[in-house]
Nanobody
Framework: QVQLVESGGGLVQTGGSLRLSCAASGSSFSSYVMAWCRQAPGKDRRFVAGISRNGDTTFLADSVKGRFTISRDNAKNTVYLQMDSLNPEDTGVYFC??????????????????WGQGTQVTVSS
């Protein structure tokens, strides 16, 4: 079983950048597909980005394509989300998610079985 801890959230102005990190422990990190999902105030949790076990395949939600990048470092047991050109619609709690029982990278948050506690991202206008 894997434990996930997110960091890197904060308050940023429109057009700014943040880099989120998710540190994993407790199990073989490279056996997990990883993802970031976010939950805006009053809304359901939504898929933002996903990455395959070795990092060679990534998926991004249409709303963040061209602005966000997901990557992972299996030697450091860490997955990252680089967020550029942020806008107020990106505000929310960002959760790191993991799953090791699937042969693909889900683009739906509810297919992931392991979750971090989340980190708040607030983009001011």
């Amino acid at each position: 079983q894997v434990q996930l801890v997110e960091s890197g959230g904060g308050l940023v102005q429109t057009g700014g950048s943040l880099r989120l990190s998710c540190a994993a422990s407790g199990s073989s990190f490279s056996s997990y597909v990883m993802a970031w999902c976010r939950q805006a105030p009053g809304k359901d949790r939504r898929f933002v980005a996903g990455i395959s076990r070795n990092g060679d395949t990534t998926f991004l939600a249409d709303s963040v394509k061209g602005r966000f990048t997901i990557s992972r470092d299996n030697a450091k047991n860490t997955v990252y989300l680089q967020m550029d050109s942020l806008n107020p619609e990106d505000t929310g709690v960002y959760f790191c998610a993991a799953e090791n029982k699937l042969g693909y990278v889900p683009v739906a948050c509810d297919e992931y079985g392991y979750w971090g506690q989340g980190t708040q991202v607030t983009v001011s206008s």
